[in-house]
C-alpha cells in the first residue's frame, strides 16, 4: 500500500498516456470506433480535434442517431434523417485526408423508417476514394436506390459486402442491375437479399478476374454459372429458386451449398477441394434426383471433410444403388451425417468401407422417427466385410434411444473405435465384444 501511495504521489496515475501518443497511434485507436464516436473525440482536447479527420475508415450506423423516446410522428423522423445526412456529409467535407480503407454503413431502420435515398446519394462520393472495403447493410428501408454504378466500378475494392433486406414480406429482394463491372482487385464478393438476372450475374463475375471468396445468401438467382480458375471459397445459402447450378473451380478449396429442389446441379473439375458441406432439402420430385445426386456425390471424391445434411427419405438407397462404381473417398478424414435415421445407416456404411483414411465420424440430431429397423443381435455381424481395422472417434448426437443401436451397427463394419461420444456417456477403445460385454 504505501509503494501505491508513493507512485500516486508522483502523478503517474494522472498522466493523459494517450494522448501523448504519436498521431499515426493515435488514428488506428480511432479505427476500431464508429465514425460518430471517432468524431466526439474532439472535445478530449486540443490534440484531439482533428485527429478524427485522419482515420481511414468510414462507419456510418444509423443506430448510433436515436431519436429521443418523446420524439414521435412524422415530422420528428424527417428531423432525424436530416441530422444523419448533415452528419455524413460534413464528415465528407472535413476530412484531411482522401484515403479510405473501409467504408461501413449500417441502416437498420425497423424503428425510424428512414428515407436512406438521403445517405445513399454520398456512396458515390465515397467510392471516389478509393476504399478497400465496402460493407452495406439495408434493413427494412424505404426508397432504397444505391448507386451501384459507382460500386461495382470501384477497381480499389478488395473486399465488398452487400447485405439488402427490404420487407419483411417473403421473396422480397432488392434487384441489382449494374451497367458495367470494373472490380479488378476484388477477392471477396458477398451478396445477401439481391436478384438478378441471368446476365448480370455473368458480368459481375466476368468483371471480379482476382475473386477468391464468393458468398450468396438469400439471393434469388434462377440461373448460376461459375466458371473460375481463381475461386477458393464458395458459400451458396439460397438454392431454393435455382433452374442451373454449374460450378467448374478447379482451385476450389471449400464448398458450402444447397442442393436446388427445382433444377440441375452440376459440379465439375474439382480437384483441389477439401472441405465441402452439401445440404439436400425434401424434395417434391424425387425421381429426377435418382441419378443426378450420386453423380453430385461422386464430385466430392477427393475432399478431406465431408459433411450432408439431407431430409429426403430415400437418399441412403438411391446412393447404395449407385455407389457400386463410385471411386474410393482416399482422402476423406472427416465425415459428419446430419438427420440421419438407422434405415439411412446405408450411407454411412458406404464411406466406412470406400474412406480408407477416415478417423473421425460425427452423427448429428439422429432422428428416431427415421430408425424404424431391428436391432442388431449380439452373435456379431452377419453380412459386413469388415475393411476397416481402426476409427478413431465417432461423435453421435439426437435421440437417446437409438444410441446403442447404432453404435451396433458401427461395430458391425468397424473392429475397433477409439472413443465414442454421446451426451450421455464417453466409450473408450470400443469392439464388439467389449461393448456388449
Not at 215 to 223: A, D, R
Not at 342 to 352: E, G, I, P
Request: aromatic share 8%.
Amino acid at each position: 500500500m504505501m509503494n501505491i501511495k508513493a507512485q500516486g504521489s508522483e502523478g503517474s496515475y494522472g498522466i493523459d498516456r494517450i494522448s501523448s501518443l504519436p498521431d499515426d497511434v493515435r488514428t488506428h485507436i480511432l479505427s476500431f470506433l464508429s465514425t460518430r464516436e471517432a468524431v466526439q473525440t474532439c472535445i478530449l482536447s486540443k490534440r484531439w480535434i482533428n485527429t478524427w479527420a485522419s482515420v481511414q475508415d468510414l462507419k456510418f450506423d444509423i443506430l448510433d442517431f436515436r431519436l429521443p423516446k418523446f420524439l414521435d410522428g412524422e415530422m420528428a423522423v424527417e428531423e432525424f434523417v436530416t441530422k444523419f445526412k448533415l452528419f455524413v456529409k460534413n464528415v465528407l467535407e472535413k476530412r484531411e485526408t482522401s484515403c479510405v480503407n473501409i467504408f461501413q454503413l449500417w441502416l437498420d431502420s425497423r424503428f425510424y423508417f428512414p428515407r436512406t435515398q438521403a445517405v445513399a446519394d454520398y456512396i458515390g462520393d465515397v467510392m471516389k476514394l478509393g476504399p478497400r472495403a465496402c460493407l452495406v447493410k439495408m434493413g427494412l428501408c424505404e426508397n432504397l436506390n444505391l448507386n451501384m454504378d459507382a460500386i461495382f466500378t470501384c477497381a480499389s475494392l478488395i473486399h465488398l459486402q452487400l447485405q439488402l433486406c427490404l420487407s419483411v414480406e417473403v421473396n422480397h429482394f432488392e434487384a441489382i442491375e449494374p451497367n458495367s463491372v470494373n472490380l479488378s482487385c476484388l477477392k471477396t464478393l458477398d451478396l445477401d437479399g439481391v436478384t438478378m438476372s441471368d446476365d448480370s450475374l455473368k458480368k459481375l463475375l466476368l468483371g471480379c478476374p482476382v475473386l477468391e471468396v464468393l458468398v450468396l445468401q438469400n439471393c434469388y438467382i434462377s440461373i448460376i454459372e461459375i466458371c473460375s480458375n481463381t475461386l477458393k471459397k464458395l458459400i451458396l445459402s439460397s438454392g431454393y429458386h435455382i433452374m442451373r447450378l454449374h460450378i467448374s473451380t478447379p482451385n476450389l478449396v471449400y464448398l458450402n451449398i444447397i442442393v436446388s429442389a427445382m433444377g440441375k446441379t452440376l459440379l465439375l473439375n474439382m480437384p483441389s477441394l477439401v472441405d465441402a458441406s452439401i445440404y439436400i432439402p425434401g424434395l417434391c420430385d424425387q425421381g429426377k434426383y435418382v441419378t443426378r445426386l450420386p453423380k453430385l456425390i461422386h464430385s466430392l471424391s477427393n475432399v478431406e471433410s465431408l459433411r450432408l445434411d439431407y431430409y429426403w427419405s430415400k437418399l441412403p438407397k438411391v446412393l447404395k444403388k449407385d455407389f457400386s462404381d463410385c471411386l474410393m473417398f482416399n482422402n476423406l478424414k472427416r465425415l459428419e451425417l446430419v438427420n440421419m435415421g438407422l434405415h439411412d445407416f446405408d450411407l454411412a456404411s458406404f464411406f466406412l468401407h470406400h474412406s480408407p483414411k477416415l478417423q473421425e465420424l460425427t452423427i448429428n440430431n439422429i432422428c428416431a422417427w427415421k430408425s424404424k429397423c431391428l436391432e442388431i443381435t449380439k452373435e456379431g455381424p452377419r453380412d459386413a466385410l469388415v475393411q476397416r481395422e481402426y476409427l478413431q472417434t465417432v461423435r453421435i448426437s439426437g435421440h437417446y434411444r437409438v444410441f446403442d443401436q447404432l453404435i451396433n451397427k458401427l461395430l458391425a463394419h468397424v473392429k475397433i473405435i477409439g472413443e465414442i461420444h454421446t451426451p450421455t456417456r464417453t466409450l473408450s477403445m470400443v469392439t464388439w465384444g467389449s461393448f456388449h460385454a
